[in-house]
Nanobody
Framework: QVDVAESGGGLVQAGGSLRLSCVAS????????MGWYRQAPGKQREWVAS???????NYAPSMRTRFTISRDSAKNTVFLQMNGLTPEDTGVYFC?????????WGQGTQVTVSS
């Protein structure tokens, strides 16, 4: 069992930046990988980026140039740095912890980008 909690969302103007945080209830080294997903209004949830227990990172192709996933293992926290935001980035951003075959999701944090 893993509890995760996201924070850092908010309202930002186009071209701005936000850094999202996701705190896990256990060591990141005991979690196979942590991922960020987002869901825009009226659309399906989509994968944004992931980081493994060994710190290997992977990104959805459309996010690679503007988003960066990182972690602070001492604080059991994963970050998503988002730069050059556009209104199309608006949505709820979710954190997901994967342990073996089980996924644990947070409640999400709202990101709104105004034009």
């Amino acid at each position: 069992q893993v509890d995760v909690a996201e924070s850092g969302g908010g309202l930002v103007q186009a071209g701005g930046s936000l850094r999202l945080s996701c705190v896990a209830s256990r060591s990141l080294f005991s979690i196979n990988d942590m991922g960020w997903y987002r869901q825009a209004p009226g659309k399906q949830r989509e994968w944004v980026a992931s980081i493994t227990s060994g710190a290997y990172t992977n990104y959805a192709p459309s996010m690679r140039t503007r988003f960066t996933i990182s972690r602070d293992s001492a604080k059991n926290t994963v970050f998503l740095q988002m730069n050059g935001l556009t209104p199309e980035d608006t949505g709820v951003y979710f954190c997901r912890a994967r342990v073996i075959n089980s996924d644990y999701w947070g409640q999400g944090t709202q990101v709104t980008v105004s034009s």
